[in-house]
């Protein structure tokens, strides 16, 4: 008899499934006329975690259009290649409290208040590489294959259905333009937006670009880096506070996972360092995110405890041994180090180290030192050279000479 110990995780969704097929409400999005020909009974979940495993069911194979789920990833794309000052010249990083389509530019900038807004979003997509439509999708279609790892594909009858049916995202295009925020002809952005918009997923293709960003930009499942840490982070603290539209405080509050929603019926969400989730169901709710997928996900959350700011309990020490009959002393450290481990470690070392006695770190245990212990382990060894203090580090990994 064999035993699949990954059973527990593929029930553990199996159940939200269950319960979210038992909802009831919500429409599927019809101001796009091709997108009220989806399935409103289709219902998918995966969650890909940062090691590349995937776990999934229900309908996660099904394949749907991204619609504004694409907008952290292209917004991403867009801070790879121009930086964090170039894009915020254009497009705001504040929620705007208002729905997806409406019109919303700062009086005094004249920019969008955020990129997960259509108008902003129409915004980001002019600032890709590339002077005309099919040249910024290109590069944009290239992007959002290297987040899921795969080939995607774009729905032409969708993407015409936009085509027909976008006046109002090209109004919103005509008044970035006339405010000097828009990086492109009206005509260019919209149609590599509309084009984006179209392109083909599945649950576990978004789950699997969601749990790129989580992984600090690098794909689980392909190994490759996608964009920086840097961008990774930025992209993430803007679906924390404006992935949801105007419901994107309350959904901090009661699911507290970064995510984005789309009018196809797709929710990304990811928990930094950890996973990322796709869910897949097109009824809508009055906000325009997945009603379902809202409901699953507040499920999972609240139920295996997955809020970003649930306190988890006292921390393992970073010290695994402290071999004080040794000369010099040897402080054994384990895991991955971050400011906070950075800091017990110096703050115990400090009585020793006060005393005079010769202290030697090994991070021989360490998995990975965050930026903050890197730069503090540093500035202590500077600090104990200066002074004349015997403290050394064994780090055969060079733990501490890493960029990133």
């Not at 918009?197 to 789950?207: E, F, P």
């Not at 997945?290 to 699953?296: E, F, K, L, N, P």
Request: aromatic share 4%; hydrophobic share 45%.
């Amino acid at each position: 008899m064999t035993v699949d110990l990954r059973d527990p995780i593929r029930l553990a969704l199996a159940r939200v499934v269950e319960e979210g097929r038992k909802l009831e409400g919500g429409d599927v999005a019809s101001y796009i006329p091709e997108l009220a020909r989806a399935d409103p009974d289709a219902l998918g979940v995966a969650i890909a975690s940062v090691r590349g495993t995937i776990h999934e069911t229900g309908d996660s194979d099904t394949e749907f259009t991204i619609q504004s789920v694409s907008k952290p990833f292209v917004l991403a794309l867009a801070l790879e290649q121009a930086g964090l000052t170039e894009v915020t010249r254009h497009v705001g990083l504040e929620p705007s409290g208002e729905p997806f389509n409406a019109i919303s530019l700062d009086e005094a900038t004249g920019r969008p208040f955020n990129p997960m807004i259509n108008a902003g979003a129409i915004v980001t997509s002019s600032l890709i590489d590339g002077d005309s439509a099919a040249e910024k999708f290109a590069v944009i279609r290239r992007g959002l294959e290297a987040f899921a790892g795969r080939q995607l594909d774009v729905d032409d009858a969708v993407f015409e259905s936009e085509l027909e049916s976008g006046d109002r995202n090209r109004a919103l295009a005509y008044l970035a333009r006339s405010a000097g925020t828009l990086a492109s002809s009206v005509d260019v952005a919209t149609e590599a937006y509309f084009r984006q918009c179209a392109l083909l997923v599945t649950a576990r293709d978004i789950a699997v670009m969601a749990a790129t960003l989580a992984a600090g930009g690098r794909n689980p499942v392909t190994g490759e880096r996608v964009v920086s840490e840097d961008v990774a982070r930025w992209t993430t603290a803007v679906m924390s506070s404006c992935g949801m539209y105007d419901a994107s405080g309350a959904w901090m509050v009661r699911v507290g996972l970064p995510a984005k929603s789309g009018v196809g019926g797709g929710v990304a969400a990811l928990l930094p360092d950890q996973f990322g989730i796709g869910t897949f169901s097109p009824p809508l709710d009055a906000q325009g995110n997945s009603a379902r997928g809202v409901a699953m996900l507040e499920a999972l959350s609240n139920e295996y405890g997955l809020h970003l700011l649930m306190h988890r309990g006292e921390p393992l020490s970073p010290i695994s041994t402290l071999d004080t009959d040794r000369d010099p002393i040897v402080a054994r450290l384990r895991g991955e180090l971050v400011f906070s481990g950075a800091e017990e470690v110096l703050t115990r070392l400090d009585t020793l180290a006060r005393d005079g006695v010769a202290i030697e770190m090994d991070l021989e245990g360490v998995t990975r030192l965050g930026p903050a212990a890197r730069l503090l382990f540093r500035d202590a060894l500077k600090e104990a050279s200066a002074s004349g203090h015997d403290l050394t580090v064994n780090d055969p990994d060079g733990l501490l000479d890493e960029a990133n």
